[in-house]
């Protein structure tokens, strides 16, 4: 029986990777998002401190891709190679947890879209919601199972199929835009008279990187290029693509409507600006954009999760049997994890909201460690110099971009409180127990010194939130 053919991707797949990572619900939400807390010029601002943040993380990638040709497993390798096996872990934790949750809420936001129309799936968490958002797992992970080669293509198809709605609003909305609403919008209006530019800009921080969470999706897949400089070039293009579709659909939805009629609106926004100009068709027609639009992110997601838990188990921080490949080089052992792990989550909706809507925020937290240590990796590398000796050009340039993508990370973390630091690590240290059973099998002590400081600051941190949950000090 002949063996399937090695899998590369060139530059076009690997950048509908990037962009069908990036673009899921976010994106159709933004008007609504952004009018709740800002006006037009806070919004600029916003996106003028994110975009730069964000291109200063892109070409971190597009570095490291290129001086780190070895390491294939992106945001996880990255953390490993720069602190060490325990610190590498739990960036690919959290990592494929934010996946995981993610994909959670995708299906939840596709049954609640369907719910408007069909009351059988309520909000999202009726048996009949469950059950057919469990059918679609499945289908999925078995088409993954086929092949990533023909899973990737099928991604590289939605990518495209959920790019024309977002193509078709901003050309309406382009058509219908008024400037004197935009003028009217551009300091905030009626009810942000009190908040300052600098409470307005905040407001909208975390909500500018959660869309742009996939920025790595190259670099996972690494492994899987034709070209290894086309890894970097893809993250630079799909970041650029996706930053002026998010800018375009905020500012443009400015000069639609007034700011507290876009506050007012139901989520997918997007729907209801369009609808302020087209009529109820269009309203309809970003809706099924929006669930082609998540169906996409899905699949994405779904390789980048169990991609994540390969790559690390083949470096020797995950359980072994992590690495086992069906005869499509798929890592089908990953995959069945990660599944079963959205399965369980799909099925704790109909019981546990509240608990589902906590671990929702906490991916917006957990995303944050994988970015940040990436940055300091190549912060470390450019300060340090050894990698550049034989090509020392652009080490300057290399050390300034990944000082400012390291800052701009921090700060983030910084922005998202200490109450989701402390709530992220009730996933962590559990999780922790895979670390414990991959250094058991290669007859490793589990924690250096320093790790077993870090371990047990964070048991500490966690015992905290558990605390700060039961006695209502620590809230959703």
């Given at each position: 029986?002949?063996q399937?053919?090695?899998?590369?991707?060139?530059?076009?797949?690997?950048?509908?990777?990037?962009?069908?990572?990036?673009?899921?619900?976010?994106i159709?939400?933004?008007?609504?998002?952004?009018?709740?807390?800002?006006?037009?010029?806070?919004?600029?601002?916003?996106?003028?401190?994110?975009?730069?943040?964000?291109?200063?993380?892109?070409?971190?990638?597009q570095?490291?891709?290129?001086?780190?040709?070895?390491?294939?497993?992106?945001?996880?390798?990255?953390?490993?190679?720069?602190?060490?096996?325990?610190?590498?872990?739990?960036?690919?934790?959290?990592?494929?947890?934010?996946?995981?949750?993610?994909?959670?809420?995708?299906?939840?936001?596709?049954?609640?879209?369907l719910?408007a129309?069909?009351?059988?799936?309520?909000?999202?968490?009726?048996?009949a919601?469950?059950?057919?958002?469990?059918?679609?797992?499945?289908?999925?992970?078995?088409?993954?199972?086929?092949?990533?080669?023909?899973?990737?293509?099928?991604?590289t198809?939605?990518?495209?199929?959920?790019?024309?709605?977002?193509?078709?609003?901003?050309?309406?909305?382009?058509?219908?835009?008024?400037?004197?609403?935009?003028?009217?919008?551009?300091?905030?209006?009626?009810?942000?008279?009190?908040?300052?530019?600098?409470?307005?800009?905040?407001?909208?921080?975390?909500?500018?990187?959660?869309?742009?969470?996939?920025?790595?999706?190259?670099?996972?897949?690494?492994?899987?290029?034709?070209?290894?400089?086309?890894?970097?070039?893809?993250?630079?293009?799909?970041?650029?693509?996706?930053?002026?579709?998010?800018?375009?659909?905020?500012?443009?939805?400015?000069?639609?409507?007034?700011?507290?009629?876009?506050?007012?609106?139901?989520?997918?926004?997007?729907?209801?600006?369009?609808?302020?100009?087209?009529?109820?068709?269009?309203?309809?027609?970003?809706?099924?954009?929006?669930?082609?639009?998540?169906?996409?992110?899905?699949?994405?997601?779904?390789?980048?999760?169990?991609?994540?838990?390969?790559?690390?188990?083949?470096?020797?921080?995950?359980?072994?049997?992590?690495?086992?490949?069906?005869?499509?080089?798929?890592?089908?052992?990953?995959?069945?994890?990660?599944?079963?792990?959205?399965?369980?989550?799909?099925?704790?909706?109909?019981?546990?909201?509240?608990?589902?809507?906590l671990?929702?925020?906490?991916?917006?937290?957990?995303?944050?460690?994988?970015?940040l240590?990436?940055?300091?990796?190549?912060?470390?590398?450019?300060?340090?110099?050894?990698?550049?000796?034989l090509?020392?050009?652009?080490?300057?340039?290399?050390?300034?971009?990944?000082?400012?993508?390291?800052?701009?990370?921090?700060?983030?973390?910084y922005?998202g409180?200490?109450?989701?630091?402390?709530?992220?690590?009730?996933?962590?240290?559990?999780?922790?127990?895979?670390?414990?059973l991959?250094?058991?099998?290669?007859?490793?002590?589990?924690?250096?010194?320093a790790?077993?400081?870090?371990?047990?600051?964070?048991?500490?941190?966690?015992?905290?939130?558990?605390?700060?949950?039961?006695?209502?000090r620590?809230?959703?």
């Open positions: 029986m002949s399937p053919t090695e899998q590369k991707f060139a530059l076009p797949t690997l950048t509908a990777m990037v962009v069908g990572s990036m673009v899921g619900a976010g159709f939400s933004l008007p609504q998002t952004f009018g709740r807390v800002t006006g037009g010029l806070g919004a600029l601002i916003a996106w003028g401190i994110a975009g730069g943040g964000m291109l200063m993380l892109a070409f971190v990638f570095t490291l891709s290129r001086r780190q040709p070895d390491l294939d497993a992106g945001v996880y390798a990255y953390a490993k190679a720069g602190f060490g096996n325990y610190l590498g872990f739990l960036s690919a934790l959290g990592y494929w947890t934010v996946c995981c949750l993610g994909n959670v809420s995708y299906w939840v936001l596709i049954k609640s879209t719910g129309l069909f009351p059988i799936f309520g909000d999202g968490n009726t048996v919601a469950v059950a057919i958002s469990s059918v679609g797992v499945w289908v999925v992970h078995f088409l993954i199972l086929r092949g990533v080669r023909e899973a990737a293509f099928i991604n198809v939605v990518t495209v199929a959920k790019i024309i709605p977002i193509l078709i609003f901003l050309v309406f909305v382009g058509v219908g835009f008024k400037a004197d609403i935009f003028a009217a919008n551009f300091h905030g209006g009626p009810g942000l008279e009190a908040e300052g530019l600098f409470t307005q800009v905040r407001g909208t921080m975390l909500v500018t990187v959660f869309v742009f969470v996939g920025i790595e999706g190259a670099s996972v897949y690494s492994r899987y290029a034709r070209r290894r400089e086309d890894v970097g070039l893809a993250t630079l293009l799909g970041f650029l693509g996706v930053l002026c579709l998010l800018v375009l659909v905020t500012m443009l939805s400015y000069g639609v409507m007034l700011r507290p009629d876009l506050a007012a609106l139901r989520n997918p926004s997007m729907a209801g600006v369009l609808q302020a100009v087209v009529g109820r068709w269009g309203a309809v027609f970003i809706s099924v954009g929006l669930i082609v639009s998540v169906l996409g992110a899905y699949l994405s997601w779904s390789l980048l999760a169990a991609e994540v838990l390969f790559s690390a188990a083949k470096m020797q921080s995950m359980p072994a049997f992590l690495t086992a490949e069906n005869r499509n080089k798929v890592p089908f052992a990953a995959l069945w994890l990660t599944n079963s792990l959205i399965q369980l989550f799909l099925i704790l909706t109909l019981f546990a909201e509240q608990a589902f809507l671990a929702l925020k906490l991916t917006s937290s957990m995303i944050l460690l994988p970015y240590l990436t940055a300091a990796y190549a912060l470390k590398l450019a300060w340090q110099g050894g990698i550049y000796v090509e020392p050009r652009g080490r300057g340039a290399d050390l300034v971009r990944a000082a400012l993508a390291t800052l701009y990370a921090a700060g983030l973390v922005a409180g200490l109450k989701f630091l402390l709530l992220s690590l009730v996933i962590y240290v559990p999780g922790t127990v895979l670390f414990v991959a250094q058991r099998e290669r007859g490793q002590p589990v924690f250096t010194r790790e077993t400081l870090l371990f047990a600051t964070a048991a500490a941190g966690a015992v905290l939130a558990v605390y700060g949950l039961a006695t209502g620590i809230g959703v």
